[in-house]
Every structure is written in structure tokens, then in C-alpha cells.
């Protein structure tokens, strides 16, 4: 039995992560404020503890005798972080930080951090390869950016291996409905039980890497264990095949309401996982539209 902490915990991704360990049979202690993670989501075999991770004096102690620590909390918006890069940046960067050093003080074995696609923002070619040239759009996708550079640098400082995820558009069942910001696939959800149109942002053509969230969490399980990962990788969690809004909105059914592009928002994103694939053996197993249905029929039977 191996001693896990995941920060985030019970968010959409932590949570399901926080599943899987303890179904294998290890310890998780779970941080997180629940200002985006919901109690409903916590596994009761967690340990867990309401913190915010921006104070390093209250979370520090949690990292004793920890074997792995997967990083997930976040205030993980594109708009927010627009209307607040203040608050956002306080949480995303020097949040990671205090996670980062918690770990390295108490010589955790590994640290696998929650990074962004949006770090790659528009880039001329697709699919987005690791090598690319970062053009952030957002104070989020910035955000991402510093804590990844930290990361590489804390690598060379402190020699504890942080390996960093680069996440694309992440969906399946727990996925955020509740919200103004919610992510595409749980606002459509959520817009169709209430007879609504299915609001786009834009014309609808722009395209998304989806990748369901049990890949997502056989991709983190992969990077916490390979032995090819010494520390600093980047590396995309993704589809290689990409989907429109559109698309998706058909899938959904009903009727469609287009507004105006919103600022910070990528035109495309497709993701090249030949690192992965080299790197942790991990690609992803489930095609997008049954992800769909299976995230649909969660949240018929979930009563949402």
C-alpha cells in the first residue's frame, strides 16, 4: 500500500482519481477548499481536509511520509481568470508553488501535475506537439505556463521528479454543469433537461481534442509509475482526433443559440501523443461519441 495526496480531490478529475487509488487499495489524503470541488464527489475512504493550498503554513504537515502527490486543484476557467487574474493567479501559481516545495520538503517520491492545453493557444499547425512555442491567450493559460517552468526548475534545484500533464478538454461523468463557466459538454447537458438552446460561443467550428475521463485518470496512474519519467516532461493528455462544438451540439440535440466569441477562446485544438505513447505506453481507448452517451446516461440517472 502505497500513501497518496491529491490536491483538488474533490473536483471533477481528482475525484475519480481519488476512486481509482482507493479502489487498488491505497491511502489518499484529499486538500481541497471545495470552492470548485463538491462533497458529493469526496470518497468516503479519503482522508480529507478542507484547505486552500495558497497557505503553505496549514497544508505542509499533510505531506509527511507521502509517497506521491498528484496536483490537481486549480480555478481552472478561461473567463475567470479574464474577469480575475488576480484571485486566479494567486491560486493557480502560487498554489502550485506551495504543492511544489510541500512535496520537496518532506521528499515525496514524485509529484505529476495538472497542466493545460491552453498553453499552446493558436498555433499554425495541429496536432499541438510538447515542442511548440507556448502562446498563451488567457491569464489561465499563462498561469499553466509559469507553474510548468517552475516545475522544470525545481527539477534542477531540488531533484525531486515533477512530471507535467498537459490536459485537453477532459469530460465524463461528474463534469461541472452548475456554473456559467461550465465546461461545453456539462452546460449542454444541463441546457437540454431545461428545454434551452445549447449556447455557442462563436460559430461552432472550432474544434476540441476531447478525451474522456477514464483515460485521464490511466494517463496520471501511468505517469506516477513509469520508469521512463525522471522529472521535467511535459506531456499531452489528449485526442488525437478532434471534434467541433457543432459536432457536439448535434449530439446533444435540440436547438442551437450562437453568441459572441468569447475573449481567450482557441480556434483548435488536436493532440499529437507520440510522447505519450513513448513515454507511458498510455493512448485513449474510448471514442468520443460513446464517451458522450456514457456522460449522458450518468447524468439521466444521476438526476441532474
Not at 499554425?124 to 491567450?137: A, V
Not at 511535459?234 to 466569441?261: D, M, R
Amino acid at each position: 500500500m502505497k500513501k497518496y495526496l491529491i490536491t483538488g480531490g474533490a473536483g471533477f478529475i481528482g475525484s475519480h482519481l481519488v476512486d481509482k487509488l482507493i479502489g487498488q487499495g491505497h491511502k489518499v489524503i484529499v486538500i481541497d477548499n471545495l470552492s470548485t470541488g463538491k462533497k458529493e464527489n469526496l470518497n468516503s475512504k479519503a482522508d480529507f481536509h478542507n484547505l486552500n493550498i495558497c497557505d503553505f503554513g496549514e497544508i505542509k504537515s499533510l505531506f509527511q511520509n507521502i509517497d506521491y502527490v498528484f496536483h490537481l486543484a486549480a480555478i481552472p476557467r478561461v473567463p475567470i481568470s479574464i474577469e480575475d487574474p488576480v484571485s486566479t493567479s494567486k491560486a493557480n501559481i502560487l498554489g502550485t508553488i506551495n504543492v511544489f516545495k510541500a512535496g520537496i520538503d518532506n521528499k515525496v517520491k514524485r509529484i505529476v501535475f495538472a497542466s493545460s492545453s491552453s498553453v499552446y493557444g493558436n498555433q499554425e499547425k495541429l496536432p499541438l506537439q510538447e515542442d511548440m512555442r507556448p502562446s498563451p491567450l488567457s491569464p489561465y493559460a499563462l498561469q499553466k505556463l509559469t507553474s510548468e517552468r517552475f516545475a522544470k526548475l525545481f527539477v534542477q534545484l531540488y531533484k525531486v521528479p515533477i512530471i507535467c500533464l498537459r490536459y485537453f478538454n477532459v469530460y465524463g461523468p461528474r463534469i461541472d454543469f452548475d456554473s456559467d463557466y461550465s465546461l461545453v459538454l456539462g452546460k449542454f447537458l444541463k441546457l437540454r433537461t431545461q428545454n434551452k438552446p445549447l449556447t455557442i460561443f462563436g460559430d461552432g467550428e472550432q474544434t476540441r481534442g476531447f478525451c474522456y475521463i477514464d483515460d485521464v485518470i490511466q494517463a496520471n496512474i501511468k505517469a506516477m509509475q513509469s520508469n521512463n519519467l525522471k522529472g521535467k516532461e511535459v506531456i499531452n493528455i489528449g485526442n488525437n482526433k478532434s471534434y467541433s462544438i457543432n459536432y457536439l451540439a448535434e449530439i446533444i440535440g435540440g436547438k442551437v443559440e450562437f453568441l459572441p466569441t468569447r475573449l481567450g477562446d482557441i480556434r483548435h485544438t488536436q493532440a499529437d501523443i507520440s510522447l505519450a505513447k513513448k513515454l507511458i505506453d498510455w493512448e485513449p481507448k474510448i471514442d468520443f461519441r460513446q464517451g458522450v452517451e456514457k456522460t449522458k446516461q450518468w447524468f439521466k440517472e444521476n438526476g441532474k
